[in-house]
């Protein structure tokens, strides 16, 4: 929840607009500002003042505890022109809630935070526990000191501008090893553990096997991902318990599914308790990695049979490929959440002209991978042997990346161990018909003219369909140099179904700084200028040029009303 708190008429203005804009998201605090400040402070997760920094500043010193732990704290000043990032910009979000209330607001976010003013992450925001010297490191960094990165386990981490060697390092290790100065460790979730216990099995019992197993490996418990069982001890009070004191969540697994994981030491005791021959070792390796601990059972001080077993496993890094669509060319029609997996990747992937066309939002640190025009199956296939080695990758491609485009050679190409994520962009057809008018207010279809890839005689029956069916059609690829003869035949195809006079939009480099649009009609169309920069939507039956603006009616009921 954000707290919302002002002290005069314009703040109090300011505060409704927010207030009205976040309903879900927000409370406001009435009556006194001290009152309102401290009460927002021990029950929100963030605070928005409408007041000046140096009265914020004042109240809410003496409430100042642990920077994890506190709210984070935005400041907006009396005539809505800043909002000020003041505590908490990273660990309470501040720095974020600044942006989003300045685009809420029209207010300028002023971050002072030095990481992200500079676009390098700060350490502790990778989303990795870290240990050691995370302050002295991450200004290295900052300072353009040379920082190693030592991955003894792939991670798509975010990029850092790491060199191969430095005085300063970052370990990125599930390994017991304490942090050595100028060092920062990074713990990825890579292992989880898999975990048996007979009925009433204590919760040191269990515990106590886990950390030894741990200990003797030489592995960090601050890398558990997991606790794993099967399903018939998913209530087993030792087991919850463990898992709650470790912090990491139990995960399940059916006795069926385990039965059929093979392993290195299967026994008769669980076969005949809950169906599986193994517990530990199944659950552990169900989801595939590598063996560390094999099964081990407890130890007990009274001397008793062994209560509970464990097995510990790494588990293979997931890569994630986010394929994310540009939009059309505008930086403002770039999705926000495009824009923050541009800078959560490490690794870019995309046509060089498009990459030109996001440099800037790029994090120092990515590598980027960018080839010509044509190498589409060698880029989707870099793309996914990256995520498959660990990395986070974007895979990039204008408009909407799924259409006529990278998203299905990529996913052609991947398996079901990498995270996939798609983010969806603005298709030159859209960016078109926003400028062209409301051509698309009826079933359409998008119909690629490049033979390239796809045989005319295909191409031919699609727009042939259409134009029986009263489709209006957007042509993608609709012209180049050395394919002319295919948008004349298209537009032929559709004139035996349609008037002369529909109206056709023609829209060249939509949303960029050079960009045209006209209406005209099927007649007066001249193919020669239409060029690859270009779309061609054409209009079905009904579509009407209203004011130079072309128009579909939604129904065909308008459309009879209007002949
Ligand atoms: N993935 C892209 C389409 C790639 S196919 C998208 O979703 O928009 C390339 C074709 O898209 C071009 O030949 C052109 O017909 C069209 N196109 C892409 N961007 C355009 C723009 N800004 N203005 C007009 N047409 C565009």
Known sequence: MIGLISATAAGAAARARLAAAWPERTRVYEGPVGDAVRAAFAECEQVVCFLATGAVVRLIAPLLGDKASDPGVVCVDEGGRFAVSLVGGHGGGANE??????????????????????????????????????????????????????????????????????????????RAVEPGPGEVLLRPPSLVVGVGASRGAPVDEVLELIHGALKDAGLSARSVAELVTVEAKAGEAGIVEAAVRLGVPLVTYSAEELAGVEVPHPSDAPLAAVGTPSVAEAAALVRGGELLVPKRKSTRADGRPAMATC??????????????????????LLTPRAKAELRRASVLVGLDQYVDQIRDLLRPGTRILESGLGAEE?????????????????????????????????????????????????TAALAAAAILGA???????????????????VIERRVRAAAEADIVVTFYNPRSRGRDWQLPKALAILAGHREPT????????ASRPDGTARVTTLTDLDPATVDMMTVVTVGNTATRDIAGRMVTPRGYRWQEETK
Do not use: C
């Open 311 to 332: 097995a510990v496993v790494r588990r293979p890094a997931r890569g994630r490929l986010a394929v994310v669509g540009l939009g059309p060319g505008a930086r403002d």
């Open 439 to 457: 051509p698309l207010g009826h079933d359409h279809v998008s119909i690629s003219l490049s033979d390239l890839h796809t045989p005319w005689e």
């Open 97 to 174: 809630l600044a942006r989003e209330v300045g685009e809420v607001l029209g207010a300028e976010p002023v971050v002072t935070t030095a990481t992200d003013a500079v676009g390098i992450p700060g350490l502790d925001t990778l989303g990795l526990p870290v240990e050691g010297d995370v302050a002295g490191v991450t200004r290295a960094l900052l300072d353009g000191e040379p920082v190693a990165l030592d991955s003894e386990v792939p991670w798509p981490l975010a990029p850092v501008p790491f060199v191969a060697e430095g005085p300063s390092r970052v370990r990125l290790t599930d």
């Open 378 to 426: 060698e880029r989707a296939r870099t793309a996914v042997a990256e995520a498959k080695k660990g990395q986070a990758v974007a895979l990039i491609g204008s408009g909407d990346a799924g259409v006529y485009a990278m998203a299905s050679p990529a996913l052609a190409e991947a398996s079901d161990d990498i995270d996939v994520v798609g983010v969806p962009g603005v």
């Open 502 to 509: 529909t109206p056709v939009g023609v829209v060249r480099n």
